[in-house]
């Protein structure tokens, strides 16, 4: 299988470094030795963040009570199990939509807890939408999903953090209602005037505390009153739409992912 743009460049770099690295499992896997030491990159998922920490993250319901858990303002979530799941007696799918409902009004976003990439990620308008997205999506045997409240995003910030230390932050804009490159929007790279900039970097730093992460990317959203909140947090360092729409993109994913292969073998 071909590998990504951040895979490439993860390559190019492990030669820069005399990393031995050896691609395996039809490119899924990258196993790196150095010095007698041995890490793995999954993906785009470095041998760096505790087992917990990285279970957390990629779980959108989780990760969100952790985050509450700690204070730290994120969107909300009602989280739905699959029925047809592991879970006995889960209640049923319409008791729980109104429930959502309830909380978070008519217009409602649905997502699969361990989607990515904006993908398995609905907007819906009222109950009997609601209820025929949550059963596609269950049919699809994902084993639970969450329910949000629609809220008007102005603009999405992402900041990529290496053990306290933000090493690439940048701004994306979107025409739609989804803020994610890979599904078309634009990066705005310059952003240390931006007045928001010191509150998003608090933020993402908390947020980074509280998961007990090592390097991760942390969405932080705004909304035209000015309010950020966490949208999400990633557990794999996808940089691929960066190198290739942000300006000097490569070399800063360079340094961010040459940072994060230096500490896997400190």
């Not at 957390?56 to 989280?79: P, Q, T």
């Not at 990066?187 to 900039?197: G, H």
């Amino acid at each position: 299988m071909e590998a990504s743009t951040s895979l490439k460049l993860i390559d190019e770099i492990c030669k820069e470094k005399g990393i031995d690295e050896k691609i395996l499992s039809f490119g899924w896997i990258r196993e790196l030795k150095k010095n007698g030491k041995v890490c793995h990159i999954v993906d785009e998922a470095f041998d760096l963040n505790p087992a917990g920490s990285f279970l957390i993250v990629n779980d959108k319901y989780a990760c969100f009570e952790v985050l509450e858990n700690n204070g730290v303002n994120s969107l909300k979530h009602y989280m739905i199990f699959n029925p047809e799941g592991r879970i006995k007696n889960a209640p049923k799918i319409e008791e729980e939509v109104d429930k959502a409902i309830e909380k978070y009004g008519t217009k409602l976003v649905i997502k699969a807890n361990d989607s990515s990439e904006g993908q398995e990620v609905y907007l819906v308008n009222g109950k009997e939408e609601a209820i025929n997205k949550v059963e596609d999506i269950f049919s699809r045997h994902f084993l639970s999903l969450s329910i949000c409240p629609f809220e008007v995003i102005e603009a999405e910030y992402r900041v990529i953090c290496l053990d306290g230390e933000i090493l690439c932050l940048y701004k994306k804009i979107a025409e739609g209602w989804k803020h994610n490159l890979s599904q078309g929007a634009k990066i705005v790279a310059d952003v240390e005037n931006d007045e928001k900039i010191a509150e998003v970097k608090d933020l993402a730093l908390r947020a980074f505390k509280a998961v007990n992460a090592r390097f991760v990317s942390v969405d932080v959203s705004k909304k035209a009153n000015g309010e950020i909140f966490i949208m999400e947090i990633n557990g794999s360092v996808c940089m691929n739409k960066f190198i290739e729409n942000a300006p000097n993109g490569k070399e800063i994913a360079k340094a961010v992912y040459g940072k994060a292969l230096d500490k896997m073998f400190a």
